[in-house]
């Protein structure tokens, strides 16, 4: 039997991803081009369905399945679904070709299309090889629980860091490498880089644990690594975790079906690569424990993407560490062809992995143009390189990443990687989180609106000691070395912001989920002398796999609430100085503490107003939940 033939239908999903009354939109990869029929168990919905295919391989094909329903799907109830495929053995559903996607005594996958949003869960940072349990397991426990169809979240937000791909474990990438073999992931000519194109690059000796040799470096003499440890190169991907980084197109688009189905890892069975020296060895053996424990729970992730509907958007790990961090990166990164090479299939990867399902009417120009390019490389399984960087250069200028969802309260999810605020008085000086023209979309969005959720990867109010470090850090001018990512380092966009909350037709609550940071904390947020002041939120669950170091995290946690403590004349340099913070205390803290460093997700249920009612993070490592009640103002 040819190998092709012994592959399963489906390798990842299906995912729900946006789903509304008259819409559903459905994401998976198969190993051939399909053409899925959809059942519905609710009587006298007709749909017309369009499925866009883009080929990514000699056996792998990204689907994307839009349901436009002619009659809107009852509210607040549930609803089964199949996906109905023809094989070889006939017409086939999930339950023959994905049963791990089941749930106990289920035929079908179901969901839950619901009135408002109630309740929701979100988080951030999902690393493969952290010690931690995985966060999305938390969602899984809870729909196995879930019998009334109210008590189901209305979605799933994934604020950034879905994948990593500036830090990969040995492990992951041998299965990468395996999975490209198998599935015959297309090639790719790569320019300006010590090896010709994606073959050599697998092959080389460095390829394993010594990728930073291979990424690009500038001469330079004015970094901090030289100062203190004698470097002569800056290098522009400045994660100290790229022993791994991914380069092409196919091994971001592996790493995506290794990271969210079970199915691939089925297919291959990676071995330790030869030529490793002891030391490598021995860490190599260490992640690989972490990476079977991982793939040991992908079948519940998997679960729960097919029932619960996820939107996602991008934050730097999903492409590269400090993204797009300032002017000077930028300039640094961009212009030479091999980063912008790994920067722009890390960028195509999210198009077709996260981006495509959030919003596919604004996706479907840049999704057209990756279909021509796909299909003409199904010739001679390699990417053209003309048309691979002409592709790059358009979707590095596009500027629909950011999205709306359409519910009660409206759910706005921000961009704030790629139309930063960049610094006019010096390049090397952290970029504003959002350029002034999408802060003014923002408030136009927001206009009149009598509650909002908003979605800022980074905390829009951070924790005062960290920001302040992060501050001296730029000052001193080495930004890097300290993520100087937060909505305060850019004077212009952080007044912008605290303006658009302070505006009189603004919405009188907001809601604003974040993750990014490594821990979770809860702000409420008014601003001061003002009678009818607008109430604020800031959510904050972070990571789903990742933890802060935790010795570091108590010492930030006491020095903030000593040196920032509400009697503290140091909030007066703050430029939230004409806010009041008030944190709400998380119930396991044990001696007073506001930031909860545990794996998990976090889960918010809202009032009729659009106001958090209850606020939780689900332990990701199974014990009870954390929640964080209303607290007294000091």
Same mark, same amino acid.
Not at 376 to 398: C, G, K, N, V, Y
């Given at each position: 039997?040819?190998?092709?033939?012994?592959?399963?239908?489906?390798?990842?999903?299906?995912?729900?991803?946006?789903?509304?009354?008259?819409?559903?939109?459905?994401?998976?990869?198969?190993?051939?081009?399909?053409?899925?029929?959809?059942?519905?168990?609710?009587?006298?919905?007709?749909?017309?369905?369009?499925?866009?295919?883009?080929?990514?391989?000699?056996?792998?094909?990204?689907?994307?399945?839009?349901?436009? =329903?002619?009659?809107?799907?009852?509210?607040?109830?549930?609803?089964?679904?199949? =996906?109905?495929?023809?094989?070889?053995?006939?017409?086939?559903?999930?339950?023959?070709?994905?049963?791990?996607?089941?749930?106990?005594?289920?035929?079908?996958?179901?969901?839950?299309?619901?009135?408002?949003?109630?309740?929701?869960?979100? @988080?951030?940072?999902?690393?493969? &090889?952290?010690?931690?349990?995985?966060?999305?397991?938390?969602?899984?426990?809870?729909?196995?629980?879930?019998?009334?169809?109210?008590?189901?979240?209305?979605?799933?937000?994934?604020?950034?860091?879905?994948?990593?791909?500036?830090?990969?474990?040995?492990?992951?990438?041998?299965?990468?490498?395996?999975?490209?073999?198998?599935?015959?992931?297309?090639?790719?000519?790569?320019?300006?880089?010590?090896?010709?194109?994606?073959?050599?690059?697998?092959?080389?000796?460095?390829?394993?644990?010594?990728?930073?040799?291979?990424?690009?470096?500038?001469?330079?003499?004015?970094?901090?690594?030289?100062?203190?440890?004698?470097?002569?190169?800056?290098?522009?991907?400045?994660?100290?975790?790229?022993?791994?980084?991914?380069?092409?197109?196919?091994?971001?688009?592996?790493?995506?079906?290794?990271?969210?189905?079970?199915?691939?890892?089925?297919?291959?069975?990676?071995?330790?690569?030869?030529?490793?020296?002891?030391?490598?060895?021995?860490?190599?053996?260490?992640?690989?424990?972490?990476?079977?424990?991982?793939?040991? @729970?992908?079948? @519940?992730?998997?679960?729960?993407?097919?029932?619960?509907?996820?939107?996602?958007?991008?934050?730097?790990?999903?492409?590269?560490?400090?993204?797009?961090?300032?002017?000077?990166?930028?300039?640094?990164?961009?212009? &030479?062809?091999?980063?912008?090479?790994?920067?722009?299939?890390?960028?195509?990867?999210?198009?077709?992995?996260?981006?495509?399902?959030?919003?596919?009417?604004?996706?479907?120009?840049?999704?057209?143009?990756?279909?021509?390019?796909?299909?003409?490389?199904?010739?001679?399984?390699?990417?053209?390189?003309?048309?691979?960087?002409?592709?790059?250069?358009?979707?590095?200028?596009?500027?629909?990443?950011?999205?709306?969802?359409?519910?009660?309260?409206?759910?706005?999810?921000?961009?704030?990687?790629?139309?930063?605020?960049?610094?006019?008085?010096?390049?090397?000086?952290?970029?504003?989180?959002?350029?002034?023209?999408?802060?003014?979309?923002?408030?136009?969005? =927001?206009?009149?609106?009598?509650?909002?959720?908003?979605?800022?990867?980074?905390?829009?109010?951070?924790?005062?000691?960290?920001?302040?470090?992060?501050?001296?850090?730029?000052?001193?001018?080495?930004?890097?070395?300290?993520?100087?990512?937060?909505?305060?380092?850019?004077?212009?966009?952080?007044?912008?912001?605290?303006?658009?909350?302070?505006?009189?037709?603004?919405?009188?609550?907001?809601?604003?989920?974040?993750?990014?940071?490594?821990?979770?904390?809860?702000?409420?947020?008014?601003?001061?002398?003002?009678?009818?002041?607008?109430?604020?939120?800031?959510?904050?669950?972070?990571?789903?796999?990742?933890?802060?170091?935790?010795?570091?995290?108590?010492?930030?946690?006491?020095?903030?609430?000593?040196?920032?403590?509400?009697?503290?004349?140091?909030?007066?340099?703050?430029?939230?100085?004409?806010?009041?913070?008030?944190?709400?205390?998380?119930?396991?803290?044990?001696?007073?503490?506001? =930031?909860?460093?545990?794996?998990?997700?976090?889960?918010?249920?809202?009032?009729?107003?659009?106001?958090?009612?209850?606020?939780?993070?689900?332990?990701?490592?199974?014990?009870?939940?954390?929640?964080?009640?209303?607290?007294?103002?000091?």
């Amino acid at each position: 039997m040819p190998e092709s033939r012994a592959l399963p239908i489906v390798l990842a999903g299906p995912v729900l991803r946006r789903l509304e009354p008259a819409r559903l939109v459905f994401w998976l990869v198969g190993s051939q081009a399909l053409q899925p029929a959809l059942e519905l168990s609710t009587a006298g919905v007709t749909s017309s369905v369009d499925c866009q295919i883009i080929p990514i391989g000699r056996h792998a094909f990204v689907h994307l399945i839009d349901v436009r =329903l002619d009659t809107p799907l009852p509210c607040d109830e549930h609803i089964d679904y199949d =996906l109905i495929l023809t094989t070889a053995e006939g017409a086939q559903g999930i339950a023959q070709w994905a049963p791990h996607l089941l749930y106990n005594g289920a035929q079908r996958p179901s969901f839950v299309v619901h009135s408002r949003l109630e309740q929701l869960l979100h @988080g951030s940072c999902r690393k493969p &090889h952290h010690p931690a349990a995985d966060g999305l397991l938390c969602a899984d426990r809870l729909l196995e629980e879930c019998a009334d169809p109210r008590s189901r979240p209305a979605v799933l937000m994934m604020s950034g860091d879905q994948v990593y791909a500036d830090d990969v474990a040995g492990p992951m990438l041998r299965a990468i490498h395996a999975l490209i073999e198998r599935l015959g992931l297309f090639d790719e000519t790569l320019q300006g880089a010590v090896v010709d194109d994606s073959r050599a690059l697998y092959r080389h000796p460095a390829s394993y644990y010594h990728r930073a040799d291979l990424l690009p470096a500038l001469e330079s003499n004015e970094t901090l690594r030289e100062r203190f440890f004698g470097g002569a190169r800056k290098p522009i991907f400045t994660s100290s975790n790229a022993d791994n980084h991914l380069v092409t197109f196919a091994e971001v688009m592996a790493m995506y079906l290794l990271v969210w189905s079970p199915v691939p890892w089925t297919l291959i069975a990676p071995q330790i690569p030869p030529g490793l020296t002891p030391e490598r060895q021995a860490r190599y053996l260490q992640e690989q424990q972490l990476i079977e424990g991982f793939v040991g @729970g992908l079948g @519940g992730v998997a679960r729960v993407l097919a029932h619960l509907p996820s939107l996602m958007i991008f934050d730097d790990h999903d492409i590269t560490d400090d993204w797009n961090l300032s002017a000077q990166w930028e300039e640094t990164a961009y212009g &030479h062809p091999f980063s912008r090479r790994i920067i722009g299939n890390a960028l195509l990867a999210y198009l077709l992995c996260q981006g495509w399902g959030n919003d596919p009417d604004a996706c479907r120009t840049l999704v057209q143009k990756c279909q021509v390019l796909s299909q003409s490389a199904l010739a001679d399984q390699h990417l053209d390189t003309p048309a691979q960087d002409a592709l790059i250069d358009e979707t590095l200028r596009f500027q629909g990443w950011q999205f709306v969802l359409p519910s009660n309260p409206p759910l706005l999810v921000l961009d704030t990687r790629t139309r930063r605020w960049r610094s006019e008085s010096n390049l090397k000086k952290p970029s504003g989180l959002l350029d002034w023209e999408a802060l003014s979309e923002l408030q136009q969005a =927001l206009l009149d609106h009598p509650s909002a959720i908003i979605v800022s990867p980074a905390p829009i109010f951070g924790v005062k000691l960290i920001e302040t470090v992060q501050r001296v850090f730029s000052w001193l001018g080495y930004p890097l070395l300290v993520d100087a990512e937060n909505w305060m380092a850019h004077r212009g966009a952080a007044q912008v912001i605290l303006n658009i909350f302070r505006h009189s037709r603004t919405p009188g609550h907001y809601v604003i989920l974040s993750g990014d940071v490594h821990y979770s904390f809860v702000y409420e947020v008014l601003i001061r002398h003002r009678q009818r002041s607008p109430h604020l939120w800031q959510i904050t669950s972070s990571g789903i796999k990742n933890e802060f170091p935790r010795r570091l995290l108590d010492t930030f946690d006491r020095l903030n609430r000593w040196l920032y403590s509400p009697r503290s004349p140091l909030n007066w340099l703050t430029k939230r100085r004409q806010m009041e913070v008030i944190p709400r205390i998380p119930s396991h803290s044990k001696a007073g503490e506001r =930031l909860w460093n545990g794996a998990g997700l976090g889960q918010v249920f809202f009032n009729e107003q659009g106001q958090p009612q209850r606020i939780f993070q689900l332990n990701a490592d199974g014990g009870a939940a954390t929640e964080f009640p209303p607290r007294v103002k000091d």
